[in-house]
């Protein structure tokens, strides 16, 4: 079962940044797209930024020009870099990347256990 870790959440002051990390916590073939969600209380989850493995990207609106998502494809690992943060994305952020966990295996989603991102004075 190949799981994904995140890390870099926190409390921030709004116009703040953070960057998240994401990366399988163990070894794995091949990781394709890659993509960071947020979901708060009672909303459905949500894409913020999306990264396949040619780096090619896509952002929901709420993203574009503050937030900026990347990758490291050598360590299978994933960023969100995020800035001029405000109350409003405050959430818990999900990674979700396409995992091949190993030769001959199919290529499946999974999701990371979240990270809270919380934007307050």
């Known amino acids: 079962q190949v799981q994904l870790a995140e890390t870099g959440g926190g409390l921030v002051q709004p116009g703040g940044s953070l960057r998240l990390s994401c990366a399988p916590a163990?070894?794995?073939?091949?990781?394709?797209?890659m993509a960071w969600y947020r979901q708060t209380p009672g909303m459905e989850r949500a894409l913020v930024a999306i990264?396949?493995?040619?780096?090619?990207?896509n952002y929901a609106n709420s993203a574009k020009g503050r937030f900026t998502i990347s990758r490291d494809n050598a360590k299978n690992t994933c960023y969100l870099q995020m800035n001029n943060l405000s109350p409003e994305d405050t959430a818990v952020y999900y990674c979700?990347?396409?995992?091949?966990?190993?030769?001959?295996?199919?290529?499946?989603?999974?999701w990371g256990q979240g990270t809270q991102v919380t934007v307050s004075s």
């Open positions: 990264i396949n493995q040619e780096g090619s990207t």
């Open positions: 979700y990347g396409e995992v091949i966990p190993d030769v001959g295996q199919s290529l499946r989603g999974y």
């Open positions: 163990g070894s794995v073939f091949s990781v394709l797209n």
